[in-house]
């Protein structure tokens, strides 16, 4: 008995394109991870996939999760020298329906359906309200930010572009590595530190700093570098976390997050010791006046390794009923 489909769902960021099948029963099937910059377009991998998995017979509906705000059904993606939009996916493909959501937006549809070994808490343990927002941000190539509202009628995401914002410093380090990073760039965003990138670039600031000479390669380098016991790369990291224990708790704020926040991306899942031991709660609850209210907000880190998917999935079932 074959297999039936009931959609296509995709996770498209700045360096991987994510593509699976979802069956008859929901369950996520043949996921295939493509190399964005082995592509001209996301159309280009969409074909090489369904032509791989299902030939001539395409599944009729597609959610695909993008990097970057999808306006009026429109995505050009903000690291990656793509564009894309429902209309040519549908006449392409010749789908019955085809859906763009921000991949953050995702990922928020998700959040409310891990747990288990899909979270790790970061802090004590919490339990979020159940009617309260959500909100989920992470760092990978760039920085992600997304809520979800809840009611009794259904969950709702909000896709933002929380990443860009403005970066602020909480001590006189953060300061000095705010104004070294404005030199080079001009106006500094959240994602200028908290990305791949910027973690790197952090790196070097910090070496500076030190008066010492920054000797590693690129991110990867500091990582392996800071398991080894290497007090900059170690510094390094360590104050990463703490930026993104502090971004948490003001986005936390913003989006009044008291069913919890979940921290996912590419990042952090390489930190999750340091994360969960170091700094990051402490200057996520450390917002003077409103440090109460933070305290009672869950933080957890995101295991999950696909959650963009979940989430799509989630949003193709809701096409589905509509």
């Excluded at 992470?138 to 997304?146: E, K, M, N, W």
């Excluded at 979800?148 to 933002?160: F, K």
Aim: overall charge negative; hydrophobic content about 45%.
């Amino acid at each position: 008995m074959k297999t039936q489909f009931g959609g296509l769902v995709g996770d498209v960021g700045g360096t991987n394109a994510r593509l699976a099948l979802i069956d008859g029963e929901g369950r996520v099937r043949n996921l295939q991870i493509y190399p964005a910059a082995d592509y001209a377009t996301l159309s280009e991998v969409i074909t090489d996939y369904l032509d791989r998995t299902v030939g001539r017979k395409r599944p009729p509906r597609a959610v695909i999760a993008v990097a970057g705000p999808v306006l009026d059904g429109e995505i050009e993606f903000t690291n990656l020298d793509w564009q894309v939009s429902e209309g040519e996916l549908l006449a392409q493909f010749e789908f019955e329906a085809v859906r763009l959501i921000n991949d953050f937006a995702a990922q928020a549809l998700a959040c409310p359906l891990l747990s288990g070994d899909s979270l790790r808490p970061l802090g004590a343990s919490r339990r979020g309200g159940s009617d309260c927002p959500m909100l989920v941000l992470g760092a990978g190539t760039g920085f992600g930010v997304a809520g979800l509202a809840r009611s009794e009628r259904g969950d709702m995401a909000v896709s933002t572009e929380g990443g860009h914002a403005a970066f602020a410093p909480s001590d006189d380090v953060e300061v000095e590595v705010w104004s070294r990073f404005r030199a080079r760039h001009g106006r500094v965003s959240i994602e200028r530190i908290l990305s791949g990138r910027g973690l790197f670039e952090l790196y070097g600031v910090l070496a500076s700093l030190n008066q010492v000479e920054p000797v590693l390669a690129d991110e990867k380098a500091v990582y392996e570098a800071a398991n080894k016991g290497d007090a900059l790369a170690n510094e390094t990291l360590d104050r990463f976390c703490g930026i993104l224990g502090s971004v948490a708790g003001d986005l936390a704020l913003s989006f009044g997050a008291r069913g919890g926040v979940f921290v996912s991306g590419g990042i952090a899942p390489r930190m999750a010791d340091r994360l969960a031991s170091g700094s990051f709660r402490a200057r996520f609850e450390d917002k003077g006046r409103l440090t109460p209210y933070l305290q009672q907000i869950p933080t957890s880190l995101v295991l999950h390794p696909y959650p963009a998917l979940i989430g799509a999935a989630r949003e193709l079932a809701m096409m589905e009923r509509q």
